[in-house]
């Protein structure tokens, strides 16, 4: 088992945060904990949604990827020369409860 809080700023690359502001599955405070963890992370809290925010609001949340992305590029062009392992950078996908223990499969 292994709790993610203590990890968090560990990761050194661009982060974004994305959440529902309304989700009850799971609380938007979750994120912006996560987001607080996570040093240089962005949050965008999509007003109004739940849990399926990417469905509730599709244009808002491709303009909020699209820049990230954008971003993110730019990020990576800066340090191609510096990038050895893909560690170096790192993708978060689904939610996580930051207050509970997740077993390693």
Same mark, same amino acid.
């Given at each position: ?16 945060? =994305? ?18 963890? =996570? ?26 990827? =699209? ?17 050895? %392992?893909?560690?170096?950078?790192? %993708? ?9 223990? %997740?077993?390693?499969?």
């Amino acid at each position: 088992f292994f709790n993610v809080r203590a990890r968090l700023e560990e990761i050194r690359c661009p982060v974004l945060v =994305i959440t529902g502001s309304e989700d009850r599955m799971m609380p938007p405070e979750n994120s912006k904990l996560l987001s607080l963890g =996570i040093p240089g992370s962005e949050l965008h809290m999509v007003q109004g949604t739940g849990h399926n925010f990417f469905f509730e609001k599709p244009a808002e949340v491709n303009r909020v990827l =699209i820049d990230f992305l954008h971003a993110m590029v730019c990020w990576m062009r800066r340090r191609r020369n510096s990038l050895k %392992y893909s560690r170096d950078c790192t %993708y978060l996908s689904g939610t996580v409860d930051l207050n509970n223990e %997740y077993e390693m499969h």
